[in-house]
């Protein structure tokens, strides 16, 4: 479980990371079916795309601890649910995005629970590593 959580957190902080450089460089050519949204939309997406890179630094940090913070993973998880939650609203509001966006929303409904499952599994195994005996 521990291997499976640091896995997940690197690709998890790499992604993010990559993604919300993409949003920084790209503006609204980053955003599907939004090219030409104009200078607001690009502004924002520029403005969160720097706010994600730095969700993903923030899982680079955690994933490099020894143990793995599962009180930090738990927080990342809930923020990422958060983002799903409110894509949810934006479909009860607005209705149905761009199906990137919904693929996007599934992922970040279906990853934190399983990131709560998984956030203590490092923490528990450097427990076990603490108490094995000292080989002679």
């Known amino acids: 479980m521990a291997k499976t959580l640091r896995v997940f957190a690197w690709t998890m902080g790499l992604a993010c990371v ?3 450089l993409l949003h920084v460089f790209g503006g609204n050519a980053a955003i599907p079916g939004e090219a030409d949204a104009g200078p607001t939309v690009d502004s924002l997406g520029r403005f969160l795309g720097a706010i994600f890179t730095g969700y993903g630094l923030v899982w680079l940090w955690a994933v490099r601890q020894d143990p793995v913070p599962a009180r930090v993973v738990r927080w990342l998880a809930a923020v990422f649910l958060l983002g799903g939650l409110g894509r949810l609203l934006s479909v009860a509001v607005h209705g149905w995005p761009h199906w990137f ?36």
Do not use: K, N, Y
Request: charged letters at 20%; aromatic letters at 12%; a neutral charge.
């Open 101 to 136: 966006q919904i693929a996007l929303t599934v992922i970040e409904l279906v990853f934190p629970p399983i990131w709560f499952w998984l956030a203590a599994a490092d923490e528990r195994a450097f427990r076990d590593r603490s108490r094995a005996p000292a080989l002679p």
């Open 18 to 20: 990559a993604i919300g």
